[in-house]
């Protein structure tokens, strides 16, 4: 029994450093974890904008909508015009913003056209 104790120790002894030679195996970066570049921030902030300027085209044209209904009903003359000239605001504030949101919708195509290439 000694002897294959023995046998054991020798060939323990004898393949350690052969294991321990070996390198530890190096785990695959992980893309999850992978930080943002540059790029896809700019493109990601630009395509955020555009989300915002579109949710506010809805509220102002729900808003131009309500003023319109308002200016059908009104009763006297005064009311009538102040109601005029809220909804020429709000129809000139919908046009700057469908005109901000174009500009945006531009922006938001080049900071994202080279994420769309493939690269080469």
């Given at each position: ?7 054991l ?16 195996p ?14 896809e921030?700019?493109c990601?902030a630009?395509?955020r ?14 808003r131009?909508?309500?003023e ?10 005064r009311?009538?015009?102040?109601l005029d000239?809220?909804l020429?605001?709000?129809q000139?504030?919908?046009?700057r913003?469908?005109?901000q ?12 056209a080279?994420l769309?290439?493939p690269?080469?």
């Amino acid at each position: 029994m000694a002897r294959l104790e023995r046998m054991l120790v020798i060939i323990a002894i004898g393949t350690a450093p052969m294991v321990l030679a070996q390198p530890a195996p190096v785990p695959a970066p992980s893309t999850t974890n992978a930080k943002p570049t540059s790029d896809e921030k700019r493109c990601k902030a630009s395509r955020r904008r555009v989300e915002r300027q579109q949710e506010v085209i809805a509220e102002a044209q729900s808003r131009v909508d309500r003023e319109k209904k308002a200016r059908e009903t009104c009763k006297s003359r005064r009311a009538c015009d102040s109601l005029d000239r809220a909804l020429k605001a709000s129809q000139v504030r919908s046009e700057r913003h469908a005109k901000q949101l174009a500009q945006f919708e531009s922006e938001a195509d080049k900071a994202c056209a080279s994420l769309k290439r493939p690269p080469g």
